[in-house]
């Protein structure tokens, strides 16, 4: 009799975009990507430490009269899902396509990555644990990656896109078995009043196992499940019309602004909402000041 298979099934209320780690902009593609691509170095604490992860050594200072550079060491254990080894030049590759490396000399030096323009190791490191510096290589059907799955019919990676299944594979060249089988992403479309029904359904009849995208007013009323409301880096703006009245008239924004109830808007997306209360126009992530609205 056939072993059952290790399926987690992911329930999306919108297609994932192109499995593509240099132009992803969207959570749970991203979250799709890191299954098939992995990063040069990985966050090790909240602190901000990185540590190697496709390199065998940490960045140090490459020692010279010249421009300041920097150098670390790539793994050589290190094969692509095809069966391909991974080399410096692979890597140097794919990082010279990342917009923010771009003013830095990137090349391979036998088993070495070099970066030049750059004086602080541990700077570097934190870059390249970003989706974008992901690791890949370009073939005939696609992107491959070196990561412990890979897409189950590589040939339609970019026909996937916009596609309402996609499914993910263990990657049969990754140094540790992952435990599960399979990944499938499948997308339940809101209905016409853009409420989650179909998701919602069938999170009640077992076809999904994880849900992305339901509100917490709608997840209240769903009974056996685990629930969890994670903020990200969004922000809700209302804008004025100030180019004809009644808006023309700064006293007259100025009012409507402070007759907002921020706390009673946090209130209706999160449990503990105080937290969450905007102070102004940036996310708490990215930096705190009082507009004194």
Known sequence: MAERQRVLRIGLLTPLEE???????????????????????????????????LFATPFSQRSGDGEPAVQAIVRSDVVFSDGLPMTAGDVATC?????????????????????????????????????????????????VGTGPFRLCRPRGLHEQVGQETVELEPNPCYPRTPELDRICFEV??????????????????????????IGKARADGLSGFVRQCTPGLSIALLFFNTARPPFDQQRLRLAVAKVLDRSQLAHQLYERPFAFVATSLLPPELGRYWDKL
């Not at 990507?33 to 966050?43: V, W």
């Not at 339940?188 to 069938?202: I, M």
């Not at 999170?203 to 196992?209: A, E, K, P, T």
Request: hydrophobic fraction near 35%; include cysteine; proline fraction near 8%.
């Open 188 to 213: 339940f479309p809101p209905d016409g009043d853009g409420v989650p029904t179909a998701l919602e359904a069938a999170l009640r009849d077992g076809s999904v196992d994880l849900a992305f995208g």
């Open 95 to 143: 990082l010279r396509e990342d917009p923010q490396l771009g003013c830095h000399t990137i090349r391979a030096d036998g088993e070495r990555l070099v970066i030049e323009g750059v004086s602080d190791p541990r700077e570097i490191e934190v870059a390249l644990c970003q989706t974008r510096t992901a690791v890949w290589r370009s073939t005939p059907v696609g992107l």
């Open 19 to 53: 499995l593509d780690p240099r132009c992803v902009g969207e959570i749970l593609t991203e979250t799709a990507c890191r299954q098939i691509f992995e990063t040069p170095f990985q966050m090790k604490n909240h602190q901000g430490h990185a540590k190697p992860w």
